[in-house]
């Protein structure tokens, strides 16, 4: 019998691990996927909204506010990049005016610091690429930009650390009530992988969280994957802007936004179309051309440098708020669910709060022993030329490149794969390292990372996937066909 059983490794649920890691407690976190931010974490904008924009009073406003303070200490603790670039929501019209000003109350309300409205004048010395149709703009000085890939990875590495397993490859098929030989309740959770046994679980499973909870609870819910296509351009492209660049909200979310990137890229997105399929990612001309050319509303001149293109998926709960807590008629049952945005910057503070609630149910002691930090695969891209010759120094592999446009070496390739819940797919290694996200998108490094995964991993290199089951590089040796 385990203690708590984490639905997820994507931001939410590894935040969530990471938290009740503090506590004597058995965790395990199960994962449908290869890797933790394989879902909607990955494919997102890489925005730290600042609180302005959800209704006063929701759980969408709470956990924002908070999560953008500890997002700017957690950077730090788990060494993960973020920037406060500040956003700036644009009025396009003069009759966009009010609704500035309504975000602007609505933000005070939130409790977010530093908002203001800045004038044509005043905007166009902040980002003089601004469009000539922007009249004024809310500035949010504590907006800012993270990379999500790392600061998921960072989140499920020190909860690792700290004794939580991660199940990978282990889907979750069925949940049930049941109760032991002393009348404790508790949840039997089978999965393809077998079956877990939980007295408390923390459905944080994305798309698929009504899915769980509807198991467990005559109280049903809806989610809707609402899919948002997205551009990222070349970094020459990058200095366009160096605020976050908004446009005022539609009832379907932000709208398109223009934004540079923690790396130094330049992004556009996203649409907002609602799908049926929860595992549709797929990219249209016709949604890319949308983004490009409603990205075009926000600045003078929209770069058209795409060097790749993807689509995410956000858990859009019809109530239109998070559902955080414990359910009514399923206690010990937990639902962090319909954490769509500004799910990415929330997700820290939606940990601790999980955390203090599954705290009270089992009262568990602190652990003495908690590793509060975590350091990051070091970056030669980053390093200067003092830390690039310590780091050869210490180990030749960093010597050699892998992947000359953002370059990553063997050796951080290396460390990827063999740290805390190391990469195991092509992908992890992308995500862990960024080899393969430069403007090449891995014409040159492909060939040179699978051959060290295979190593690493004892495997063949026919063996080594993009990202889990079935998406495999090679099927076989040509000269063995001669």
Known sequence: MTDVAVIGAGVTGSAVARELSRYDLEIVVLE????????????????????YDAKPGTYKARFNVEGNRLIHELSKELDFPFKENGSLVLALEEDGRAGLEE????GRKNGVPGLRIV????????????????????????????????????????????????????????????NDEEGRGYYRIETTGGHVDARIVVNAAGVYADVF???????????????????????????????????????????????????????????????DDKEDTSTTAAGLDTVLSRGALSVVSMPRMTITSFAGLRAHEDGGDFIIGEVKDAPGFIDAAGIESPGLTA?????????????????????????GTRKGIPSMALADEEERKALIEA?????????????????????????????TTVDGVKRRTRAGMGRCQAGFCLARTI???????????????KSGAGSYYINGNIKDEL
């Open 32 to 51: 449908k996927e290869s890797d933790v931010c394989e879902g909607t974490s990955k494919a997102n904008s890489g925005i730290v909204h600042s609180g």
């Open 213 to 275: 909870h509807n198991m467990v609870s005559g109280d049903r819910i809806h989610i809707t994957p609402r899919k948002g296509q997205y551009c990222l351009m070349d970094k020459t492209a990058g200095g366009i802007v160096s605020h976050t660049l908004f446009q005022l909200p539609t009832k379907l979310g932000k709208g398109v936004l223009v934004t540079p990137t923690v790396h130094g890229n330049l992004m556009a997105g996203p649409t907002a179309d609602d799908v």
């Open 395 to 423: 180990d030749p592999a960093y010597s050699h490149v892998i992947c000359r446009c953002e370059l990553v070496t063997e050796g951080e390739i290396r460390n990827a794969i063999t740290r805390t819940l190391g990469a």
């Open 451 to 465: 051959p060290i995964l295979a190593e690493l991993l004892g495997k063949s290199e026919e063996e080594i996937t």
């Open 103 to 106: 975000l602007l109350e609505r």
């Open 119 to 178: 004038e044509r004048d005043e905007l166009k010395k902040m980002e003089p690429n601004v469009s000539d149709s922007a009249v004024c703009a809310l500035y949010a000085p504590t907006g800012g930009v993270v990379c999500p890939f790392n600061m998921n990875i960072a989140l499920a590495e020190n909860a690792a650390d700290n004794g939580v397993t991660f199940r990978f490859n282990t889907e979750v098929t069925s949940i049930e009530k049941k």
């Open 347 to 371: 997700a820290p503070a939606i940990g601790v709060y999980i955390a203090g609630l599954i705290r009270d149910i089992l009262k568990p002691c602190e652990k003495e022993d908690f590793i």
